[in-house]
T-cell receptor, first 111, second 117 residues
Framework: GQQVMQIPQYQHVQEGEDFTTYCNSSTTLSNIQWYKQRPGGHPVFLIQLVKSGEVKKQKRLTFQFGEAKKNSSLHITATQTTDVGTYFCAGRPSGTYKYIFGTGTRLKVLA | DTEVTQTPKHLVMGMTNKKSLKCEQHMGHRAMYWYKQKAKKPPELMFVYSYEKLSINESVPSRFSPECPNSSLLNLHLHALQPEDSALYLC????????????????FGPGTRLTVL
């Protein structure tokens, strides 16, 4: 079936270090969304990418959508303790009408 | 109001009980979703409602029965659940359901943490 994998599964960083999570789909995607889920919380929408090769920035966060629309990445510059949580990508396979969540990357930031 | 509310926050039920989870949004969204999330796993789509009609059922067992009484409300009726159904049940809404040129963010509620004994 259609799968969306994320690596790494876990990442511990020192505050101030950078962090990147990668999202890979087994099939071509129409678009991809990124969500953040704090411990004990619910997913909160961060951003959406639609075009091949698209890059979007939100302050310290940079999101990329691959040229083939099968992968994406989220990069955080100079992590802060408030960045702690699990980051999920959610891809919509082309021709379908539902999102498949990636396996998630859990980020811990050590002060 | 950009909030999705869910009740109850926690629910403990036996395998013979019948209970319902409720979800409400007042953003005028016409698509509503139920997801199931096990610990340390991603949300898994269960059902999608579009304009109060069931649009997607991800082969969910019949012991889960969704209902959309109006455009603001979404229920999930539970009956004869199994212990492995224990999870966080998340409701979400979006302006419309995903389409060929429709890309809407999903707003999630805080979830109901369900324990089946």
């Amino acid at each position: 079936g259609q799968q969306v994998m994320q690596i790494p599964q876990y990442q511990h960083v020192q505050e101030g270090e950078d962090f990147t999570t990668y999202c890979n789909s087994s099939t071509t995607l129409s678009n991809i969304q990124w969500y953040k889920q704090r411990p004990g919380g619910h997913p909160v929408f961060l951003i959406q990418l639609v075009k091949s090769g698209e890059v979007k920035k939100q302050k310290r966060l940079t999101f990329q959508f691959g040229e083939a629309k099968k992968n994406s990445s989220l990069h955080i510059t100079a992590t802060q303790t408030t960045d702690v949580g699990t980051y999920f990508c959610a891809g919509r396979p082309s021709g379908t009408y539902k999102y498949i969540f990636g396996t998630g990357t859990r980020l811990k930031v050590l002060a | 109001d950009t909030e999705v509310t869910q009740t109850p926050k926690h629910l403990v039920m036996g395998m013979t009980n019948k209970k319902s989870l409720k979800c409400e949004q007042h953003m005028g969204h016409r698509a509503m979703y139920w997801y199931k999330q096990k610990a340390k796993k991603p949300p898994e789509l269960m059902f999608v409602y579009s304009y109060e009609k069931l649009s997607i059922n991800e082969s969910v067992p019949s012991r889960f029965s969704p209902e959309c009484p109006n455009s603001s409300l979404l229920n999930l009726h539970l009956h004869a659940l199994q212990p492995e159904d224990s999870a966080l049940y998340l409701c979400a809404s979006s302006q419309t359901k995903p389409g060929p040129r429709t890309y809407n963010e999903q707003f999630f509620g805080p979830g109901t943490r369900l324990t089946v004994l």
